[in-house]
């Protein structure tokens, strides 16, 4: 490869690092509040016998995955197994929802299936307008299980559909790539904060 285009490359990879960096900085002004309520509200599921249910689309279906793995098996110090699962992970669910009913279904039938009072659903969309998970919100509140979202833009539809006791994580950004990075800050700072309740 010339020069020049290398060059341009590493400008472009440098970039990416300070838009993400800036975006970080501005939803540490922002977030650290809602999410100490998070886990709070995480912790206490947890303690009372709840569950936490995760979903998302695309990488947020990742981020879904890579938090209730973090619950399930650790974060970053021993404890015990903590009742977490994403509802993107079982292919002949979604694929018979989606086969049969549709694919704005796929997590909200999910959710009524194996949602209960007290449990916690993590929806997680980026643009906040995602309808599947906007529909398992939907199916969760009529359950009595609170919300945690992760949005951008925002919040999307999702921020319209939130009451005072769910929690509002809304990164500071209208670029997809720019909410996922924050998101995963967001997700990893809510495993430290429900170690630190459960461990210390
Ligand atoms: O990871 C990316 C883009 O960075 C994509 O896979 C992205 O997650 C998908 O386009 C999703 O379908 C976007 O949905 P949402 O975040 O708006 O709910
Ligand atoms: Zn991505």
Do not use: W
């Amino acid at each position: 490869m010339d020069k020049d285009t290398l060059e341009r490359l590493s400008a472009r990879a440098s970039q990416h690092f300070l838009d993400s960096i800036a975006v970080k900085q501005a939803a540490e002004k922002m977030l650290p509040e809602q999410v100490a309520h998070g886990i709070v509200a995480i912790t206490e599921c947890l303690r009372a016998g709840g569950k936490v249910m995760a979903c998302g689309n695309g990488g947020s279906a990742a981020d879904a995955q890579h938090f209730a793995a973090e619950l399930i098996g650790r974060f970053e110090r021993e404890r015990q197994e903590l009742a977490a699962i994403a509802l993107t992970t079982d292919t002949s669910i979604l694929t018979a929802i989606g086969n049969d009913y549709s694919y704005d279904e796929i997590f909200s039938k999910q959710v009524r299936g194996l949602g209960k009072q007290g449990d916690i659903l993590l929806g997680i969309s980026t643009s906040g307008n995602s309808k599947n998970v906007v529909q398992a919100i939907e199916a969760a509140k009529k359950l009595g299980i609170k919300i945690i979202a992760l949005t951008g833009n925002d919040g999307g539809k999702i921020a319209g559909l939130l009451d005072a006791g769910d929690i509002h994580l809304c990164a500071p950004s209208t670029r997809t790539a720019r909410i996922q990075e924050t998101h995963l800050v967001l997700l990893h700072a809510i495993c430290d904060g429900v170690d630190h309740l459960l461990l210390d």
